[in-house]
């Protein structure tokens, strides 16, 4: 058993020295440009208005203004110019009465965009995004729903979907509107306060449920709290992004900043403490460490990466003894050795992201470790990127 194993690591180490190039964040970049990944086109070469792409669009961004590369810029550019048209108007694809939060997390690239040409277009098509969010269904206590069909549920996702562009939105447009200040603020501590795990729970890890259901009707709904059974790494890691990502664009001086850095000081022990102490990584379904068919998912674990370092880098988790970024260190390394595999025409492909976790079946262990693994999965690839910038600054 020993033998084989050690064998094959030892063997793995050798193509790294041969094949590996200097920057993961470049090669992650570079092999999802080369496949046409996150080009604003679907499979069938169909406009999509998705935010996988969105989230694509913030790691290229970031490496763009990291190398000076064009090249990542342009592709950016080319990419929403296939689902904005010349008149400010998004792709049909996109459907305004679906009340989704997911294609809403392009709109930070509209806005980028919009920063970086002044072209009328992107604003246009921004400000659609932010109708609808005039307009999305809300809770009892004014959360979000995630989308229309899912009545009264709020999702850990949806706090990535729709409020980094909410909050880019409000500083470059109405940077004095304390109702929307407030309102942003609001959708992380009522997402935060109705999926926390409680101390005493079965497996208590302090970290969030997927989601919840304000009108405890759904299947999955506890019955005190109305939130669904499993904590999904995935779901947690979209929130987590959202709380390092936030902290950038929102003013400091409106209480709200202060609410939401100490949901991140809250959670981020939680979560170091979360990981499995020999491979540093973390369980597809966090409530249910070491079970049978569980495994160790590689999108949720790239998100907290990115999260934990650029948390301690700028200041908004503390680390004073060192231990959160050392945990992310041991991750990125278990990530690289693991999940990143040389292909022979110079691309990298990435291993053990899970195509979909939803609330809208029966939010059960069997249903999280019953969905497929995909190779490439732009969600997972997006957040290596991610993670490399970060890793990459230390
Ligand atoms: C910019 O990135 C592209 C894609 O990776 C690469 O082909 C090109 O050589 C890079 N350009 C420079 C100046 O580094
Ligand atoms: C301020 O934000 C609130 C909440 O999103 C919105 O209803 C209102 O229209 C905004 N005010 C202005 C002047 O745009
Ligand atoms: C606690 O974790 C164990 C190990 O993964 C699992 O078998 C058990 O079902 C979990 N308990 C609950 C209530 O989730
Ligand atoms: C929940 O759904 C999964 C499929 O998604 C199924 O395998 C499982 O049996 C279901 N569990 C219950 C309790 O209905």
């Given amino acids: 058993m020993l033998l084989p194993l050690l064998l094959s690591s030892l063997l793995a180490h050798i193509s790294v020295a041969v094949a590996r190039p200097q920057s993961y964040a470049v090669w992650a970049a570079d092999s999802a440009i080369k496949r046409g990944q996150g080009n604003g086109l679907d499979s069938s070469g169909k406009p999509t208005v998705s935010y996988e792409h969105g989230e694509l669009q913030w790691g290229l961004r970031q490496l763009y203004e990291k190398t000076g590369n064009k090249t990542y810029y342009d592709y950016i550019v080319s990419a929403a110019n296939r689902i904005v048209d010349v008149n400010g108007v998004i792709a ?116 969030l449920y997927h989601g919840y259901d304000y009108s405890h009707t759904a299947v999955w709904a506890s019955p005190d709290r109305g939130h669904c059974p499993e904590i999904w790494d995935r779901a947690l890691g979209w929130f987590f992004m959202a709380l390092v990502d936030i902290l950038d664009i929102f003013p400091k001086t409106h209480s709200g900043y202060a609410s939401i850095q100490n949901i991140l000081k809250d959670l981020a022990p939680h979560l170091r403490d979360a990981a499995d102490p020999q491979t540093g990584v973390w369980w597809l379904v966090m409530t249910q460490p070491g079970r049978a068919k569980n495994y160790f998912e590689s999108s949720g674990a790239a998100m907290f990466v990115y999260s934990l370092l650029k948390g301690v880098r700028l200041g908004y988790i503390p680390d004073a003894d060192g231990s959160i970024v050392k945990a992310a260190k041991k991750a990125y390394q278990y990530i690289v050795a693991n999940w990143v595999i040389a292909n022979s025409d110079g691309t990298m492909n990435w291993m053990n992201t899970v195509e979909v976790g939803s609330l809208s079946g029966n939010g059960t262990f ?29």
């Fill in 92 to 207: 049909s694809a996109y459907k305004p009465a679906d009340y989704s939060l997911d294609p809403v997390r392009t709109g930070p690239t509209f806005l980028y965009l919009y920063s970086q040409t002044k072209q009328a277009k992107w604003k246009t098509a921004a400000d659609a995004f932010r109708g609808q969010l005039n307009g999305q269904p809300r809770t009892g206590e004014g959360q979000f729903w995630h989308k229309l069909r899912y009545y009264n549920q709020g999702w850990l996702d949806g706090i990535y979907m729709g409020d980094i562009f909410y909050a880019q939105y409000t500083k470059d447009f109405q940077s004095t509107n304390t109702t929307a200040w407030s309102d942003i603020a609001s959708q992380f501590t009522l997402i935060y306060k109705n999926t926390l795990q409680k101390p005493g729970s079965a497996n208590y890890t302090g970290l």
């Fill in 366 to 394: 069997e249903y999280y470790v019953g969905v497929p693994l995909v190779v490439n999965d732009l969600k997972g690839l997006a957040a290596f990127l991610l993670a490399s910038l970060e890793y990459e600054r230390l």
